[in-house]
């Protein structure tokens, strides 16, 4: 058999990827009342601050609260703050 | 992500902003963390805010109260294929095999290869890769571990025998994926332990704007496989440099899962990453007691070590010309002469003071690694630098700009976290601090930048911006004799 029709056992470069176990989404709030919502802001100011006016404007029965920086990485809730928020809003970045 | 999806499977109900270029880089990230259906909504690169906003609040609160479909209530176990053989066939089959394409979407919209950096490769044959392996004595199926304590990304230690997750796709690697992608860029067996060296950096590709890698060889190693320490070092016809600097770029693709347009979003690009950039510091021409990189960072003078940088910023090279250089050092002749007041004076002058503090007019912020010419570096030293720190520090004391100059430069806004907390050096809230305060431009220390010594002849020094001792929080200098 010529060189150029030789078979070759050939390898893959590609990373080894974990498998991962998958979950579903959280349940969704059935309404926005009433609800304690924290929004994690993650830079884009100019996004962000119209954001905030506008939540706190256009729905003020909501608890909003709010931790804010202009890194890319959130600032965590804590566990406890955790135990008493009903949703997250994140961005823009994550 | 991983925030997002603790969310969520606490219970906690999210929806995220982006941007429209980034949903494929969401999907991924959010598979990787286990909740692949996460929600989302994108706000406009282009629209001010108030209007962008108007827009999209009502369905993006509604992402928070409409009920999951069928799909979003699943749960499962993602199991990627895991084949240790890609492909059999020929070599000139397999060529083709790993030279296939996909098209990426918006905003890039053309083909991108899948395995390789759009360039042919040498084909990963068992028989290659099995020869490949001799240059190390660690095991094909050894994890690609950290072999010392480092400081990590985003100020999360790194312990010596953790796994490497190599960015973006947190995927990890064995000696024999490190060795399969050294066979593709083209080197030798005994490059082998520079690759894995590398690889212990997890090999990121930064972020959005232009992050460019490259890698700086210090120690025995670069006399051993002959890498390019002289003129023309950052350029081609070197093999060890060539074939080592475009195995940084395949581990990023292939051990990394690094996508332009998906997962490596740089906007641009960087012309340093298109293949790949290594080199190599000239050790024999260092002045009188000026360390090498290996010694600068804790290693001894014979061991061998790999500084593996990805900096945000540009290649600057100091814009005199060699001659004028000369003429200034000669005898004090020239416009360079004429700025530093030297007319007629001959050398040895600091020639610094000709591109201080400059450089970070119109620049980035932060440090620099000036790589220069032996001769400059010379001339340094003799007019009294005797060791790399002295040159550090006064070129970080040349930096110091005022507070309200400072504050109109870009990236600061990001660093300072919006002006929240204090400035390094006093410790005082930067809001406080008066206009006239002096902030070192060139970042918090004087060792946040360094110096490379190149063996050309030719007069020339580049400044490449670049955080030295902290790019993406990490020490940058890996061991390569822990990888023989």
């Not at chain 2, 693709?253 to 080199?279: E, K, T, Y």
């Not at chain 2, 024999?284 to 003078?301: H, I, M």
Request: glycine share 10%.
């Amino acid at each position: 058999m010529a060189d150029k029709d030789k078979v070759y056992k050939c390898l893959s470069p590609v990373g080894i990827e974990s498998s991962v176990e998958t979950y579903p989404l959280a349940p969704r709030l059935d309404k926005l009342d009433g609800k304690t919502i924290h929004f994690s802001i993650t830079g884009e100011p100019d996004i962000t601050i119209a954001l905030d006016k506008k939540l706190k404007a256009d729905y003020p029965s909501v608890n909003w609260t709010q931790k804010k920086s202009y890194m890319p990485m959130p600032v965590y809730l804590t566990e406890e703050e955790m135990k008493t928020t009903d949703a997250v809003i994140l961005g823009v970045c994550w | 992500m991983p925030y997002l999806a603790k969310l969520e499977k606490a219970g906690i109900p999210t929806a995220l902003i982006d941007f429209d270029d980034q949903h494929e880089m969401v999907k991924q990230e959010a598979l990787t963390a286990g909740v692949p259906n996460i929600r989302y909504i994108p706000a406009s690169r282009t629209t001010p805010g108030p209007e962008d906003v108007e827009q999209w609040i009502e369905p993006m609160l509604e992402l928070l109260t409409k009920p999951l479909t069928e799909k979003e209530k699943e749960s499962g176990m993602y199991t990627p294929s895991q084949d240790r053989v890609l492909f059999e066939g020929t070599l000139d089959e397999a060529q083709e095999f790993y030279q296939q394409t996909r098209v990426v979407p918006e905003p890039l919209n053309a083909p991108i290869s899948v395995y390789t950096d759009g360039l042919p490769i040498i084909i990963p044959t068992e028989e290659r890769v099995a020869e490949m392996l001799k240059g190390t004595s660690h095991k094909p199926e050894d994890l690609i571990t950290y072999q010392s304590d480092r400081g990590g990304r985003f100020d999360r230690p790194m312990h010596k025998g953790d796994v490497v997750r190599f960015q973006p796709r947190s995927f990890t690697a064995t000696v024999e994926k490190v060795a399969i992608n050294a066979v593709m860029a083209g080197c030798k067996p005994e490059h082998l332990p520079v690759v894995l060296a590398i690889a212990e950096s997890g090999v990121q590709t930064g972020t959005t704007v232009f992050n460019n890698q490259w890698m700086c060889l210090s120690g025995p190693v670069v006399k051993e496989i002959g890498i390019n320490t002289g003129l023309g070092m950052m350029g081609p016809g070197n093999p060890a440099g060539m074939a080592i600097g475009r195995a940084y770029q395949l581990m990023a693709i292939n051990l990394g899962g690094a996508v332009p347009g998906i997962s490596r979003m740089s906007s641009i690009g960087s012309p340093i990453n298109r293949v790949g950039l290594c080199f190599a510091e000239c050790a024999d021409k260092l002045p009188p007691g000026w360390k090498g990189l290996n010694e600068e960072f804790g290693f001894k003078k014979d061991e061998s070590v790999v500084m593996v940088m990805g900096s945000e910023g540009g290649f600057n090279g100091a814009q005199f010309s060699p001659g004028g250089y000369r003429a200034l050092q000669k005898s004090g002749h020239g416009g360079m002469a004429r700025k530093l007041g030297v007319k007629g004076v001959p050398g040895p002058h600091n020639w610094l003071d000709w591109i201080l503090p400059d450089i970070w007019v119109g620049d980035r912020e932060g440090g620099r690694a000036f790589v220069m010419v032996h001769e400059m570096a010379k001339h340094l030293y003799d007019i009294g630098f005797k060791s790399k720190d002295e040159v550090l520090e006064y070129i970080w004391k040349k930096s110091f700009e005022p507070l309200k100059k400072y504050r109109d430069r870009s990236w600061v806004d990001l660093f300072t976290n919006g002006w929240l907390g204090n400035e390094p050096l006093s410790g005082k809230p930067w809001k406080e601090l008066p206009d006239d305060y002096m902030v070192p431009a060139g970042g918090n220390s004087p060792q946040e930048s360094c110096i490379i010594v190149c063996g050309s002849d030719e007069e020339i020094c580049y400044e490449i911006t670049a955080t030295i001792r902290g790019m993406w929080g990490m020490q940058p200098v890996y061991s390569i004799d822990a990888w023989r």
